[in-house]
T-cell receptor
Framework: DTEVTQTPKHLVMGMTNKKSLKCEQH?????MYWYKQKAKKPPELMFV???????INESVPSRFSPECPNSSLLNLHLHALQPEDSALYLC????????????????FGPGTRLTVL | AQSVAQPEDQVNVAEGNPLTVKCTYS??????LFWYVQYPNRGLQFLLK??????LVKGSYGFEAEFNKSQTSFHLKKPSALVSDSALYFC?????????????FGKGTKLSVKP
């Protein structure tokens, strides 16, 4: 299985709602990532998990709350979002790099298209 | 600073002609370079990477890329373009400042292949 799956594919939510995005992989990868992508722009890193522990948080607002319950799953909990948070949210996974070296490619899911009203 | 630049917003090619999508990089230390493709409303698909070794890297779907250290470039190429190659292409470099380096992406180049 060389696939990263994401649910839901589309999500529309109001600014007072609480929702969650889910990501799953069964490739044995121990690094998982959340990216945010605006239309016709490159993905921007939000969070990185290594061995199920948060290793990088790119100063993301607290209304985004990541969670990695096990080595195959990654969640992104959303609360009190703003319309400018509307974007494609991409999950990715990879084997862990060896320290500062290494070039393991990341495998991306299809994304969740989020619209905040 | 680690960065990649894709100087062209769009590349137009006729089907059957060779294509080149340009990428230049700026890194400290050894560069780990990647190309990804994104079709509309889809995630990114890995095409190829350069870590070390031969400067010509072959990847998926007939794509290849040439690593040129003196010109700090990593251009993506294909000998004969297909209409189905039309998509958004991203060059990326691994952020080697971090022990679990994320990818730093270029702005993307839209490839349009006309029949």
């Amino acid at each position: 299985d060389t696939e990263v799956t994401q649910t839901p594919k589309h999500l529309v939510m109001g600014m007072t709602n609480k929702k969650s995005l889910k990501c799953e992989q069964h490739m044995g990868h121990r690094a998982m990532y959340w990216y945010k992508q605006k239309a016709k722009k490159p993905p921007e890193l939000m969070f990185v998990y290594s061995y199920e522990k948060l290793s990088i948080n790119e100063s993301v607002p607290s209304r985004f709350s990541p969670e990695c319950p096990n080595s195959s799953l990654l969640n992104l909990h959303l609360h009190a979002l703003q319309p400018e948070d509307s974007a494609l949210y991409l999950c990715a996974s990879s084997h862990l790099d060896m320290g500062l070296a290494g070039g393991n490619e990341q495998f991306f899911g299809p994304g969740t298209r989020l619209t905040v009203l | 600073a680690q960065s990649v630049a894709q100087p062209e917003d769009q590349v137009n090619v006729a089907e059957g002609n060779p294509l080149t999508v340009k990428c230049t990089y700026s890194v400290s230390g050894n560069p780990y370079l990647f190309w990804y493709v994104q079709y509309p409303n889809r995630g990114l698909q890995f095409l190829l990477k350069y870590i070390t070794g031969d400067n010509l890297v072959k990847g998926s779907y007939g794509f290849e890329a040439e690593f040129n250290k003196s010109q700090t470039s990593f251009h993506l190429k294909k000998p004969s373009a297909l209409v189905s190659d039309s998509a958004l292409y991203f060059c990326a470099v691994r952020d080697s400042r971090r022990s679990q380096g994320n990818l730093i992406f270029g702005k993307g180049t839209k490839l349009s292949v006309k029949p």
